[in-house]
């Protein structure tokens, strides 16, 4: 049964960097294919795709984003660090963690979610 | 980017009454592996998101088959065949041909 659930701050302030780490189960990140990826909701919108890492360190991030952006993973601890720069207000968001599988054609892109952890930028 | 443009906003529907959702591609969604990586989420109110169809038209597990997913390179539609009343909320398609992953900016489901 694979699960995640995303953890870090509730509120940061305006250019603080922002923490978000993805623990997981049911998965490892060591195995061929798996893939853990980030996605962020602002309130009442739409989602929009943050960045992935898969269990090769194959890394990749929305281009508008990717200056301030860092994915990382720790296999041993079953967990998927994102870290964002300079945050801003429209940063305000619910950010969720996902599992992603690739090997091929074999694809399962975002299968599961976490529940999300709601992050506000305000000072 | 891939831009997703999703139709209509609104879907008010009758319980019992079929639904309808489009969704079309700024560019074809054919991965030069032949394949078309269409997804479909749905999104209750209050809750995460959830994958109802990838590959444009395979349910996902747990998935209730009166959901179905069509299409072929830019054109896409997810249908429910009988809308019943956990079925209100957003959906939103994705693609996953390209990255970045893009989104559609969603459809909401409710009952009239």
């Known amino acids: 049964q694979i699960t995640l659930k995303e953890s870090g701050p509730t509120l940061v302030k305006p250019t603080q960097t922002l923490t978000l780490t993805c623990t997981f189960s049911?998965?490892?990140?060591?195995?061929?294919?798996?893939?853990v990826g980030w996605i962020r909701q602002p309130p009442g919108k739409a989602l929009e795709w943050l960045a992935l890492i898969y269990w090769d360190d194959d890394k990749r991030y929305s281009p508008s984003l990717k200056s301030r952006l860092t994915i990382t993973k720790d296999t041993s601890k079953n967990q998927v660090v994102l870290t964002m720069t300079n945050m801003d207000p429209v940063d305000t968001a619910t950010y969720y963690c996902?599992?992603?599988?690739?090997?091929?054609?074999?694809?399962?892109?975002?299968?599961?979610w976490g529940q999300g952890t709601l992050v506000t930028v305000s000072s | 980017d891939i831009v997703m443009t999703q139709t209509p906003l609104s879907s008010p529907v009758t319980l019992g009454q079929p639904a309808s959702i489009s969704c079309r591609s700024s560019?074809?969604?054919?991965?030069?592996?032949?394949?078309?990586?269409l997804s479909w989420l749905q999104q209750r109110p209050g809750q995460p998101p959830r994958l109802l169809i990838y590959k444009i038209s395979n349910r996902f597990s747990g998935v209730p088959d009166r959901f179905s997913g069509s299409g072929a390179g830019t054109d896409f539609t997810l249908k429910i065949s009988r809308v019943e009343a956990e079925d209100v909320g957003v959906y939103y398609c994705m693609q996953a041909t390209q990255f970045p992953f893009t989104f559609g900016g969603g459809t909401k489901v409710e009952i009239k």
């Open positions: 049911g998965f490892s990140l060591s195995t061929s294919g798996v893939g």
């Open positions: 996902a599992h992603d599988y690739v090997w091929g054609s074999y694809r399962y892109n975002l299968d599961y």
């Open positions: 560019q074809s969604l054919v991965h030069s592996d032949g394949n078309t990586y």
